[in-house]
Protein backbone atom coordinates (compact mmCIF):
# COMPACT_ATOMS: atom_id res chain seq x y z
CA UNK A 1 0.00 0.00 0.00
CA UNK A 2 1.13 2.84 -0.42
CA UNK A 3 3.01 5.33 2.20
CA UNK A 4 4.34 8.54 3.30
CA UNK A 5 6.70 8.26 5.94
CA UNK A 6 8.14 11.25 7.59
CA UNK A 7 10.28 10.50 11.10
CA UNK A 8 11.19 14.09 12.39
CA UNK A 9 8.43 15.39 14.00
CA UNK A 10 10.17 18.57 15.04
CA UNK A 11 13.25 20.23 13.09
CA UNK A 12 14.90 23.19 15.17
CA UNK A 13 17.60 25.15 13.51
CA UNK A 14 18.93 28.60 13.76
CA UNK A 15 18.54 31.41 10.98
CA UNK A 16 20.94 30.83 8.33
CA UNK A 17 21.46 26.88 9.12
CA UNK A 18 20.51 24.54 6.52
CA UNK A 19 17.47 22.89 6.05
CA UNK A 20 16.19 19.21 5.45
CA UNK A 21 12.93 17.39 5.81
CA UNK A 22 12.92 13.86 5.31
CA UNK A 23 10.35 12.59 3.07
CA UNK A 24 10.00 8.78 2.22
CA UNK A 25 7.40 7.17 0.35
CA UNK A 26 5.78 3.39 -0.27
CA UNK A 27 4.94 3.05 -3.88
CA UNK A 28 5.47 0.51 -6.48
CA UNK A 29 4.19 2.48 -9.18
CA UNK A 30 5.53 5.88 -10.89
CA UNK A 31 4.77 8.41 -8.12
CA UNK A 32 4.24 12.13 -8.41
CA UNK A 33 5.21 14.18 -5.19
CA UNK A 34 4.37 17.33 -3.25
CA UNK A 35 4.98 19.67 -0.48
CA UNK A 36 2.55 21.69 1.03
CA UNK A 37 3.47 23.80 3.97
CA UNK A 38 1.06 25.50 6.65
CA UNK A 39 1.99 28.76 7.89
CA UNK A 40 0.26 29.77 11.59
CA UNK A 41 -3.42 30.45 11.19
CA UNK A 42 -2.85 30.16 7.45
CA UNK A 43 -4.19 27.35 5.20
CA UNK A 44 -2.20 24.51 3.75
CA UNK A 45 -0.94 25.22 0.28
CA UNK A 46 0.93 24.11 -2.17
CA UNK A 47 4.60 24.34 -1.55
CA UNK A 48 6.25 22.63 -4.70
CA UNK A 49 5.65 19.65 -6.52
CA UNK A 50 8.84 17.23 -8.33
CA UNK A 51 7.12 17.32 -11.63
CA UNK A 52 8.01 21.12 -11.78
CA UNK A 53 11.56 21.10 -10.39
CA UNK A 54 11.06 24.39 -9.16
CA UNK A 55 12.31 26.09 -6.48
CA UNK A 56 10.06 28.19 -4.50
CA UNK A 57 11.45 30.55 -1.43
CA UNK A 58 14.47 29.28 -2.01
CA UNK A 59 13.28 25.32 -1.15
CA UNK A 60 14.15 22.82 -3.31
CA UNK A 61 13.34 18.75 -3.73
CA UNK A 62 14.69 16.26 -5.51
CA UNK A 63 12.92 13.10 -6.27
CA UNK A 64 15.05 10.09 -5.98
CA UNK A 65 13.34 6.97 -6.99
CA UNK A 66 16.52 4.57 -6.00
CA UNK A 67 15.92 5.91 -2.34
CA UNK A 68 12.14 6.52 -2.44
CA UNK A 69 12.80 9.89 -1.65
CA UNK A 70 11.56 13.59 -2.08
CA UNK A 71 13.55 15.67 0.50
CA UNK A 72 12.97 19.40 0.84
CA UNK A 73 15.75 21.53 1.48
CA UNK A 74 17.19 25.12 1.99
CA UNK A 75 20.43 26.18 1.98
CA UNK A 76 19.73 28.97 4.55
CA UNK A 77 16.49 28.92 6.86
CA UNK A 78 14.70 31.96 7.31
CA UNK A 79 12.53 32.99 10.87
CA UNK A 80 9.72 33.21 8.12
CA UNK A 81 10.32 29.18 7.38
CA UNK A 82 8.71 28.17 10.82
CA UNK A 83 6.00 26.30 9.98
CA UNK A 84 4.42 22.34 9.09
CA UNK A 85 5.26 20.85 6.26
CA UNK A 86 3.47 18.09 4.97
CA UNK A 87 4.87 15.74 2.13
CA UNK A 88 2.06 14.44 -0.30
CA UNK A 89 2.01 11.44 -2.41
CA UNK A 90 -0.45 10.81 -5.96
CA UNK A 91 -0.73 7.61 -6.94
CA UNK A 92 -3.80 7.87 -9.22
CA UNK A 93 -6.44 7.19 -6.37
CA UNK A 94 -7.46 10.42 -7.40
CA UNK A 95 -6.57 11.61 -3.64
CA UNK A 96 -3.42 12.78 -1.82
CA UNK A 97 -1.70 10.67 0.46
CA UNK A 98 0.03 12.66 2.97
CA UNK A 99 3.33 12.34 5.69
CA UNK A 100 2.30 12.89 9.50
CA UNK A 101 4.30 16.06 9.10
CA UNK A 102 6.67 17.93 10.09
CA UNK A 103 6.91 21.22 12.53
CA UNK A 104 10.33 23.77 11.74
CA UNK A 105 11.45 25.53 13.56
CA UNK A 106 13.44 28.55 12.93
CA UNK A 107 15.33 30.05 15.60
CA UNK A 108 16.84 33.67 15.82
CA UNK B 1 -8.81 34.32 -6.20
CA UNK B 2 -9.04 30.72 -5.21
CA UNK B 3 -11.48 30.45 -2.40
CA UNK B 4 -12.67 27.49 -0.62
CA UNK B 5 -14.92 28.06 2.43
CA UNK B 6 -15.99 26.05 5.55
CA UNK B 7 -18.97 26.84 7.20
CA UNK B 8 -17.66 27.12 10.65
CA UNK B 9 -14.18 27.47 12.29
CA UNK B 10 -14.83 26.57 15.74
CA UNK B 11 -18.27 23.94 16.71
CA UNK B 12 -18.87 22.08 19.82
CA UNK B 13 -21.26 19.27 19.75
CA UNK B 14 -22.24 16.67 22.28
CA UNK B 15 -21.81 12.83 21.69
CA UNK B 16 -24.67 11.57 19.72
CA UNK B 17 -25.63 14.53 17.89
CA UNK B 18 -25.68 14.55 13.79
CA UNK B 19 -23.37 16.85 12.45
CA UNK B 20 -22.74 18.67 9.29
CA UNK B 21 -19.61 20.11 8.05
CA UNK B 22 -19.93 22.14 5.02
CA UNK B 23 -17.31 23.34 2.21
CA UNK B 24 -18.06 25.47 -0.50
CA UNK B 25 -15.55 26.08 -3.49
CA UNK B 26 -15.78 28.67 -6.41
CA UNK B 27 -13.33 27.48 -8.94
CA UNK B 28 -15.75 25.01 -10.53
CA UNK B 29 -13.21 22.00 -9.16
CA UNK B 30 -14.52 18.41 -10.31
CA UNK B 31 -12.92 16.92 -7.22
CA UNK B 32 -12.72 17.94 -3.56
CA UNK B 33 -12.20 16.28 -0.39
CA UNK B 34 -12.10 16.10 3.31
CA UNK B 35 -9.78 15.30 5.65
CA UNK B 36 -9.57 15.03 9.29
CA UNK B 37 -5.84 16.77 10.87
CA UNK B 38 -4.63 15.52 14.21
CA UNK B 39 -1.26 15.93 15.56
CA UNK B 40 1.45 13.41 14.68
CA UNK B 41 -1.06 11.72 12.03
CA UNK B 42 -0.98 14.52 9.91
CA UNK B 43 -4.09 14.58 6.85
CA UNK B 44 -5.61 11.61 6.83
CA UNK B 45 -8.54 11.64 3.74
CA UNK B 46 -12.08 10.86 5.35
CA UNK B 47 -13.78 10.84 1.48
CA UNK B 48 -13.84 12.38 -1.48
CA UNK B 49 -15.18 12.72 -4.34
CA UNK B 50 -14.77 13.56 -8.49
CA UNK B 51 -18.08 14.35 -9.42
CA UNK B 52 -21.43 15.75 -8.55
CA UNK B 53 -23.36 12.88 -6.78
CA UNK B 54 -20.09 11.02 -6.94
CA UNK B 55 -18.39 9.44 -4.03
CA UNK B 56 -15.43 7.62 -2.74
CA UNK B 57 -14.13 6.45 0.34
CA UNK B 58 -11.00 7.25 1.83
CA UNK B 59 -8.27 5.63 4.22
CA UNK B 60 -10.85 6.32 7.29
CA UNK B 61 -14.79 6.60 6.43
CA UNK B 62 -16.09 5.04 9.22
CA UNK B 63 -18.30 6.95 11.10
CA UNK B 64 -19.17 9.64 8.18
CA UNK B 65 -20.93 9.89 4.73
CA UNK B 66 -20.93 12.44 2.56
CA UNK B 67 -22.70 14.41 0.26
CA UNK B 68 -22.30 16.53 -3.21
CA UNK B 69 -25.45 17.92 -4.73
CA UNK B 70 -24.00 20.57 -6.87
CA UNK B 71 -20.76 20.77 -8.21
CA UNK B 72 -19.39 23.75 -5.57
CA UNK B 73 -20.64 21.91 -2.45
CA UNK B 74 -19.48 18.75 -0.61
CA UNK B 75 -20.43 18.10 3.40
CA UNK B 76 -19.44 16.00 5.79
CA UNK B 77 -21.88 14.11 8.02
CA UNK B 78 -21.00 12.62 11.17
CA UNK B 79 -24.36 10.80 11.63
CA UNK B 80 -23.54 9.72 15.62
CA UNK B 81 -20.89 12.38 17.21
CA UNK B 82 -18.37 10.17 19.22
CA UNK B 83 -15.69 12.26 21.32
CA UNK B 84 -12.87 10.18 18.74
CA UNK B 85 -14.03 12.67 16.22
CA UNK B 86 -12.94 15.70 17.77
CA UNK B 87 -10.75 16.79 15.07
CA UNK B 88 -9.38 19.57 12.81
CA UNK B 89 -11.21 18.89 9.23
CA UNK B 90 -9.93 20.18 6.29
CA UNK B 91 -11.69 20.93 3.05
CA UNK B 92 -10.15 20.76 -0.30
CA UNK B 93 -10.83 20.99 -3.96
CA UNK B 94 -8.50 20.30 -7.16
CA UNK B 95 -9.54 20.03 -11.16
CA UNK B 96 -8.86 16.73 -12.29
CA UNK B 97 -5.14 16.61 -13.34
CA UNK B 98 -3.35 14.70 -10.62
CA UNK B 99 -0.31 17.29 -10.83
CA UNK B 100 -3.18 20.33 -10.21
CA UNK B 101 -2.68 22.07 -6.67
CA UNK B 102 -4.81 21.19 -3.84
CA UNK B 103 -6.39 24.25 -2.91
CA UNK B 104 -7.70 24.20 1.24
CA UNK B 105 -10.08 25.72 3.31
CA UNK B 106 -9.47 26.92 6.45
CA UNK B 107 -10.00 24.19 8.90
CA UNK B 108 -13.17 23.42 10.99
CA UNK B 109 -12.24 22.27 14.34
CA UNK B 110 -14.74 20.56 15.90
CA UNK B 111 -15.01 19.15 19.42
CA UNK B 112 -17.02 16.50 20.51
CA UNK B 113 -18.36 16.56 24.55
Known amino acids: AQRVTQPEKLLSVFKGAPVELKCNYS??????LFWYVQYSRQRLQLLLR??SRESIKGFTADLNKGETSFHLKKPFAQEEDSAMYYC??????????FGSGTRLQVQP | DVKVTQSSRYLVKRTGEKVFLECVQD?????MFWYRQDPGLGLRLIYF???????EKGDIPEGYSVSREKKERFSLILESASTNQTSMYLC????????????FGPGTRLTVL
Open chain 1, 88 to 97: ALYTGRRALT
Open chain 2, 92 to 103: ASRWTASTDTQY
Open chain 1, 27 to 32: YSGSPE
Open chain 2, 49 to 55: SYDVKMK
Open chain 1, 50 to 51: HI
Open chain 2, 27 to 31: MDHEN
